[in-house]
């Protein structure tokens, strides 16, 4: 089995930054896609960023500019810096993973607990 740990989210005023981490561990043959996902109250849950094994990323239009996804292999840990933080951020954030494991030549997905970011205006 995979776990992803997440840390960093928290209270912070608009117009200020968080910083998100996600540490993935457990029977890892290799990490491929990772990214961070969000979730507000009645609200679907959206793709924010993502980054490729290569380091190829991609972002949801609102966040474009502002927020940034970066990881570290080494580490099998994803981090997304979020700069001039809205309101309309407010969300819990979920780290996702494709990974391939120990456990045989499929890829599967993995999800963290979810942290909680909140932006006061």
């Known amino acids: 089995q995979v776990q992803l740990v997440e840390s960093g989210g928290g209270l912070v005023q608009a117009g200020g930054s968080l910083r998100l981490s996600c540490a993935a561990s457990?029977?890892?043959?290799?990490?491929?896609?990772m990214g961070w996902y969000r979730q507000a109250p009645g609200k679907r849950r959206e793709l924010v960023a993502v980054?490729?094994?290569?380091?190829?990323?991609n972002y949801e239009d609102s966040v474009k500019g502002r927020f940034s996804i970066s990881r570290d292999n080494a580490k099998n840990t994803v981090y997304l810096q979020m700069n001039s933080l809205k309101p309309e951020d407010t969300a819990v954030y979920y780290c996702?993973?494709?990974?391939?494991?120990?456990?045989?030549?499929?890829?599967?997905?993995?999800w963290g607990q979810g942290t909680q970011v909140t932006v006061s205006s």
């Open positions: 457990g029977r890892i043959v290799k990490i491929n896609d």
């Open positions: 996702n993973a494709r990974v391939l494991t120990t456990m045989g030549p499929f890829e599967y997905q993995y």
């Open positions: 980054i490729t094994s290569g380091g190829s990323t």
